[in-house]
């Protein structure tokens, strides 16, 4: 009996590793406002659910100010609005990993490692500011919170984009609603 139960298990935990997608399978693309992850469509949205039904389940959730939903493996970190300290299934923002820009307790232990696209824009670790800003110039760039990081928006997103400290590198890209325009 105790070999059946064990296979069983196995074979569970073999189906689980399996719902998540493989890094190099994630293909992130925003064009005029229309944020997608392979072909969940994040905007209009912005579902908790729907992203778990995409990524699978996190390997961290931590609660907090927002609940992050951390994906070590795929290098994102969904966050999760939380008034009042209640979990609401909305996603606040989602950001990808493409470097180690901090050591926060919620940073992805693993890199982001598909593929994104801005407008015609490909996003990788290999990103200059300078190549950010022929490549987008559509878009709006306003004061950011953090040294080397650059936020702009255009037609209801916004993206943090955060280089190291000689901003030829791209570390990381944040993605939310922008409620400043």
Do not use: C
Request: hydrophobic share 35%.
């Amino acid at each position: 009996m105790k070999p059946v139960l064990l296979f069983i298990q196995y074979i569970l935990f073999a189906a689980l590793a399996m719902a998540q997608q493989a890094p190099e399978k994630i293909n992130v693309k925003i064009k005029e406002g229309k944020f997608t992850i392979n072909k969940f469509a994040v905007t209009p949205n912005w579902s908790v659910a729907d992203g778990q039904a995409n990524l699978g389940k996190a390997e961290r959730i931590r609660p907090g100010y927002n609940v992050t939903h951390t994906y070590d493996q795929l290098g994102i970190v969904l966050f999760e609005r939380a008034p009042d300290k209640k979990a609401s299934g909305e996603i606040s923002e989602i950001q990808f990993y493409t470097g180690q820009p901090d050591s926060t307790n919620i940073r992805p232990t693993g890199l982001f490692t598909g593929k994104i696209k801005i407008e015609k824009l490909s996003i990788s670790n290999n990103l200059t500011y300078e190549a950010l800003k022929k490549g987008l110039k559509k878009y709006t760039e306003k004061d950011s919170y953090i040294e080397h990081s650059h936020r702009l928006s255009y037609n209801g997103l916004y993206i943090y984009f955060q280089f190291d400290a000689t901003e030829t590198h791209l570390l990381k890209v944040s993605i939310g609603v922008d409620k400043l325009h």
